[in-house]
């Protein structure tokens, strides 16, 4: 086996099988079939985690043969791979294991062909629903009808989780119906990056940092998440639900639980999702002015140049926010006092996720007025460049008395761990948990319920006051009022760098 931490020679590449499994793709020729879970699939197979006799079903509306759907995947694969290497053998081998059933969600029509596929197996079996969510209810219901909804089961449910409570809790009363809740993954690729778990693995496996993890310790915590890309084609869906929706209520509010939550007794998924749940009801209500929304405007330049927000979704009139920033409270004994600001938008400056933990100064400075105030910053990058940076203050070198500069602590792990630690995307992790039968990186219903509870009064006190968000300008960081947000309270956002 050869060792893929070249940078770490004491590190050993450990990559298990996992037990021998059967996964439908509903939706299996989509946009996230072909751009994540298909690619995903495949780099396992190369990094030798999928048996011999693993099979993958893509099952999908289109009307097409088992042939031509792994061309098709063979093609997502040339063209979403990346840098997945793999000779022409390896492709075929892999795609040997590809068959295709066209089946309509809502009808008869290819069920009775899966469940032949699926009889008597003796595998693991994962339907993973990458349909849109309006099928979700459909498909556990076929599933059962058609006798695929046994004991060992499980489904992989795609985000949006209903767009509000009221509907997130008809959809888990309405899988609940067919499915156990051990037998039910939600998923937030947020939770399968490298980086998430290793927040946790920074926290739970030092005795460094949970001693100062506290409102004692820590003046504040930031988590941003800032995408360039506009709403592109899926402006109308987009219109309909909003930053908020789409990005705070679930990936920001997952972040804000794994950096906030007690120490689980056991690395667990219920002690962990326990955990989190603590988190998430502890959170104080967002107070008006301690929220702002925004819509970019358009890119300067030629008639090429990016459209405007409201061009974008074709309404002039959308009080929908491509952008959003907001300052919360965790009342417990940790985090009273702690402020968590939180942002995401569309159209910023640069593609960047970050957790900052800004703590707090020294006490007392022995070195002088002229020595400055220094703050330890611990930033944890999600994308791009996934890595752990420790501001350090130490004294410039040289003469010339105790002049102090904070310098980086940097852990970037392609740098560390080489080129394979980035190859491991979101997605492959998370089905091999799937596989493997570990929830510990998935939502649990009752989570998703309380995260749509603290969320619901927010949109739905903009409603009420029949607020509009405010523009900014694409490539910009957001709206005038979210840095004042922060400059209020003595504060600023960090930069968002690529
Ligand atoms: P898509 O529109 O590209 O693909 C939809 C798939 O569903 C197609 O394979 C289509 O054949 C199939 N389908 C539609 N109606 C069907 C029916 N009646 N019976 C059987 N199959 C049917 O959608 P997508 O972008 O791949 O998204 C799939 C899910 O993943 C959605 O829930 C979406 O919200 C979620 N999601 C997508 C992305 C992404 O990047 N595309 C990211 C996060 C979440």
């Not at 020679?9 to 879970?37: N, Q």
């Not at 693991?124 to 209810?137: Q, T």
């Not at 209500?285 to 140049?305: F, K, M, S, T």
């Not at 927000?309 to 920033?325: H, L, N």
């Amino acid at each position: 086996m050869t060792n893929r931490y070249e940078a770490m020679p004491h590190i050993e590449s450990r990559v298990i099988p996992v037990d021998p499994f059967d996964l439908v793709i509903f939706g299996g020729t989509g946009d996230l079939a072909r751009r994540k879970i298909l690619p995903g699939l495949y780099r396992r197979f190369i990094a030798g985690q999928m048996p011999r006799d693993a099979r993958i079903i893509g099952a999908a509306r289109g009307d097409m043969d088992s042939d031509a759907y792994r061309k098709m995947v063979s093609d997502a694969i040339a063209e979403f791979g990346g840098q997945t290497k793999g000779s022409a053998d390896t492709l075929k081998s892999f795609l040997s294991r590809i068959l295709y059933v066209t089946i309509d969600a809502r009808g008869e029509a290819g069920w009775s062909e899966l469940q032949e596929l699926m009889k008597g197996t003796g595998k693991v079996e994962a339907y993973y629903f990458s349909v849109s969510p309006a099928l979700f209810g459909d498909l556990a219901e076929r599933l059962q009808q058609w006798g695929m909804a046994n004991s060992d089961a499980r489904i992989v449910v795609e985000k949006p989780f209903g767009r509000d409570l009221e509907t997130a809790k008809e959809l888990n009363a309405t899988l609940a119906r067919y499915f156990e809740e051990d037998q039910i993954y939600r998923i937030d690729h947020y939770l399968g990056k490298e980086t998430v778990q290793n927040l946790m693995a920074v926290r739970f496996g030092n005795m460094l940092f949970e001693p100062l993890w506290n409102a004692q310790y820590v003046d504040h915590i930031q988590i941003t998440v800032a995408e360039t890309v506009g709403v592109g084609g899926r402006g109308e869906y987009y219109d309909k639900s909003g930053a908020m929706r789409d990005m705070v209520q679930n990936h920001l509010m997952q972040l804000l639980c794994l950096i906030a939550m007690e120490p689980p007794a056991r690395f667990d998924p219920d002690a962990v999702r326990d955990e989190k749940l603590k988190v998430i009801r502890a959170l104080d209500p967002v107070l008006p002015h301690h929220i702002v929304r925004g819509q970019y405007e358009a890119e300067a330049g030629d008639e090429n140049a990016h459209p405007s927000y409201r061009e974008a979704v074709g309404d002039p009139r959308s009080k929908t926010e491509s952008f959003v920033a907001l300052k919360t409270h965790i009342s417990n004994w940790r985090w009273s006092g702690t402020p968590f600001y939180m942002r995401t938008g569309k159209r910023m400056s640069a593609r960047s996720s970050e957790i900052t933990v800004v703590f707090k100064e020294t006490p007392h400075s022995i070195f002088g007025a002229e020595a400055g105030q220094h703050r330890n910053v611990l930033s944890i990058r999600l994308q791009p460049n996934e890595g752990i940076t420790l501001g350090v203050t130490i004294k410039e070198p040289g003469p010339g008395g105790m002049r102090l500069i904070d310098v980086p602590l940097d852990m970037t792990f392609s740098e560390a761990l080489g080129d394979d630690a980035e190859q491991v995307d979101a997605y492959e992790r998370l089905i091999m948990d799937v596989i493997r039968g570990n929830q510990t990186l998935f939502m649990r219903g009752d989570e998703v319920e309380a995260a749509w509870a603290w969320t619901d009064p927010i949109i739905q006190g903009w409603q009420t006051r029949g607020e509009v968000p405010k523009p900014y300008d694409s490539g910009s960081d957001g709206t005038v009022d979210s840095r004042e947000l922060m400059r209020r309270d003595g504060r600023e956002w960090r930069e968002v760098a690529p």
